[in-house]
């Protein structure tokens, strides 16, 4: 993907001060309202349009006994007769949008640069605009106010064909799902979200998944957190997810998990507890949340309990007595509150939050670290990798430096990796079966026995409880008590099984 240069502004172009988002509206047939409306507040023919620099009237006079007090900045639309048709015409039509989008940052860009006299920076000013430098995009506040600002034609592009023929399916303007359309802006030192994005999992989808998805299968089984046109489709539109939605499409085509899964395109959220500069990053769900450990099901696999993260790393379902796989490699939220599914609900370790569960942004304090941008030695870091960083744990003020924190980190790390060693080489000393090409503790997807009725039961929640750690990631940061505890459990399993 290349990056077009803001020193030549693109036609679709945005701005999200605090993370990356797509602005999208959902458009609908019948917009006759807006018809009507816009030669109402845009002349269409710019021989009737107000000249903004027609010379002032010689023979007027000033009124006597007036205050000489300083004019305000001239604000108008009488340039706005090209192809663009600003926020407020899409507005009398997709007005719930309207409402939520003229709250949020992207709505106020344009102030943002004039509050640090940059509104006449070329190299910035094509971000906080509408079509800045494209025919009847921004000129200026006294012609084209109502293009100040990242608004809906900067994602969605010109709309004037749209509300001249409303009722015309193929002049609708495009609904982009892909973090591209974010990029355009969000990009380089100052604001280097989708770079950031590129290098993390979230940017792509697992090859294997992938070709299930495209060949019209595993949309139930993995679409929801592997894809992001499933998971927007079913999770933030409620609408039903067929398993062959996605036949068909070339995998490169494909939207993994880009921003608009995260981020609310339109609407200021308040789901961020901790933000600057009231940017409020627009999170779909809340950054933080601290529901009461559980061991069921029907628990451990609900989303609604868990924070934004925790919407696609949570379990699925599987527990101790499964025998053909072990846990998803998803469970890190279930850890993090200290919990794990049992078949009767009642766990094999007893649950214990986690001591990081204090940390101002839950997930996000270590996993999305961000620095203001200082120099171009030391530019801006938006934290879009997903990538543990120490430096957050000592901004959280419990580590002391990160240097401090890294080496409590990597020492705690490596004495859970050192039992979890072990409780391998245990359990490879299991026999059932005298059949040398199985694994005789494993499950069957694991080279292990077919009649998984051989293996006894403490053996079966040992390997779970393995798995579920490693599964896990962390190897026990996200909640030291808790991982301690089950190995403490995995181990007196072993020694009752005589290994």
């Given at each position: 993907?290349?990056?077009?240069?803001?020193?030549?502004?693109?036609?679709?172009?945005?701005?999200?001060?605090?993370?990356?988002?797509?602005?999208?509206?959902?458009?609908?047939?019948?917009?006759?309202?807006?018809?009507?409306?816009?030669?109402?507040?845009?002349?269409?023919?710019?021989?009737?349009?107000?000249?903004?620099?027609?010379?002032?009237?010689?023979?007027?006079?000033?009124?006597?006994?007036?205050?000489?007090?300083?004019?305000?900045?001239?604000?108008?639309?009488?340039?706005?007769?090209?192809?663009?048709?600003?926020?407020?015409?899409?507005?009398?039509?997709?007005?719930?949008?309207?409402?939520?989008?003229?709250?949020?940052?992207?709505?106020?860009?344009?102030?943002?640069?004039?509050?640090?006299?940059?509104?006449?920076?070329?190299?910035?000013?094509?971000?906080?605009?509408?079509?800045?430098?494209?025919?009847?995009?921004?000129?200026?506040?006294?012609?084209?106010n109502d293009l100040a600002g990242v608004g809906c034609e900067s994602c969605h592009g010109p709309a004037r064909q749209h509300v001249e023929n409303s009722t015309d399916t193929s002049l609708y303007p495009p609904v982009d799902l892909g973090s591209e359309l974010c990029g355009v802006c969000h990009t380089g030192s100052h604001h280097p979200h989708i770079d950031e994005w590129l290098e993390a999992g979230h940017s792509g989808i697992d090859e294997h998944v992938a070709e299930?998805?495209?060949?019209?299968?595993?949309?139930?089984?993995?679409?929801?957190?592997?894809?992001?046109?499933?998971?927007?489709?079913?999770?933030?539109?409620?609408?039903?997810?067929?398993?062959?939605?996605?036949?068909?499409?070339?995998?490169?085509?494909?939207?993994?998990?880009?921003?608009?899964?995260?981020?609310?395109?339109?609407?200021?959220?308040?789901?961020?507890?901790?933000?600057?500069?009231?940017?409020?990053?627009?999170?779909?769900?809340?950054?933080?949340?601290?529901?009461?450990?559980?061991?069921?099901?029907?628990?451990?696999?609900?989303?609604?309990?868990?924070?934004?993260?925790?919407?696609?790393?949570?379990?699925?379902?599987?527990?101790?007595?499964?025998?053909?796989?072990?846990?998803?490699?998803?469970?890190?939220?279930?850890?993090?509150?200290?919990?794990?599914?049992?078949?009767?609900?009642?766990?094999?370790?007893?649950?214990?939050?986690?001591?990081?569960?204090?940390?101002?942004?839950?997930?996000?304090?270590?996993?999305?670290?961000?620095?203001?941008?200082?120099?171009?030695?030391?530019?801006?870091?938006?934290?879009?990798?997903?990538?543990?960083?120490?430096?957050?744990?000592?901004?959280?003020?419990?580590?002391?430096?990160?240097?401090?924190?890294?080496?409590?980190?990597?020492?705690?790390?490596?004495?859970?990796?050192?039992?979890?060693?072990?409780?391998?080489?245990?359990?490879?000393?299991?026999?059932?079966?005298?059949?040398?090409?199985?694994?005789?503790?494993?499950?069957?997807?694991?080279?292990?026995?077919?009649?998984?009725?051989?293996?006894?039961?403490?053996?079966k929640k040992v390997r779970f409880i393995m798995y579920y750690i490693e599964g896990d990631g962390s190897l026990g940061i996200h909640n030291p008590g808790y991982v301690e505890a089950m190995l403490t459990e995995a181990e007196a399993l072993l020694t009752s099984e005589g290994l």
């Open positions: 993907m290349s990056h077009r240069s803001l020193k030549n502004p693109p036609l679709f172009i945005m701005l999200f001060l605090g993370t990356s988002v797509a602005l999208f509206l959902t458009f609908s047939p019948g917009c006759i309202l807006a018809e009507s409306l816009f030669g109402q507040l845009f002349p269409t023919d710019p021989n009737t349009a107000t000249d903004p620099n027609a010379a002032a009237d010689p023979n007027a006079v000033a009124e006597p006994n007036e205050p000489n007090t300083p004019t305000e900045p001239e604000v108008g639309d009488t340039g706005i007769t090209g192809k663009y048709i600003g926020s407020t015409v899409c507005s009398q039509c997709h007005f719930k949008s309207g409402a939520h989008w003229v709250k949020t940052l992207h709505a106020q860009a344009l102030e943002t640069l004039e509050a640090i006299d940059q509104d006449k920076n070329d190299h910035c000013i094509g971000c906080h605009t509408v079509g800045y430098g494209d025919e009847g995009g921004f000129v200026d506040r006294a012609t084209t299930g998805f495209v060949e019209g299968s595993r949309i139930s089984a993995c679409g929801i957190c592997h894809s992001g046109d499933v998971f927007y489709q079913g999770v933030i539109k409620e609408q039903d997810t067929p398993e062959d939605m996605l036949l068909g499409v070339a995998p490169n085509d494909l939207t993994p998990i880009s921003c608009v899964i995260c981020h609310d395109p339109h609407a200021k959220t308040g789901n961020a507890p901790d933000v600057e500069d009231d940017r409020d990053f627009q999170l779909r769900y809340p950054e933080v949340t601290n529901p009461a450990p559980t061991n069921t099901e029907e628990a451990t696999t609900d989303p609604s309990r868990l924070n934004l993260c925790g919407q696609c790393h949570h379990s699925r379902g599987r527990d101790w007595a499964d025998t053909s796989r072990g846990p998803h490699h998803s469970v890190q939220a279930n850890v993090y509150h200290g919990e794990m599914p049992t078949p009767d609900g009642v766990p094999l370790v007893l649950s214990r939050a986690s001591v990081h569960l204090r940390a101002t942004e839950q997930c996000a304090t270590c996993h999305m670290f961000r620095k203001d941008y200082e120099t171009e030695v030391a530019p801006t870091i938006s934290g879009h990798t997903f990538q543990a960083e120490y430096d957050g744990c000592a901004v959280s003020g419990c580590h002391g430096s990160p240097e401090e924190a890294e080496t409590r980190g990597d020492t705690f790390q490596a004495i859970i990796q050192a039992r979890l060693d072990a409780i391998l080489d245990r359990l490879n000393t299991y026999v059932v079966d005298a059949d040398p090409d199985t694994v005789d503790w494993e499950y069957t997807s694991g080279d292990g026995p077919d009649d998984q009725n051989l293996i006894s039961d403490e053996i």
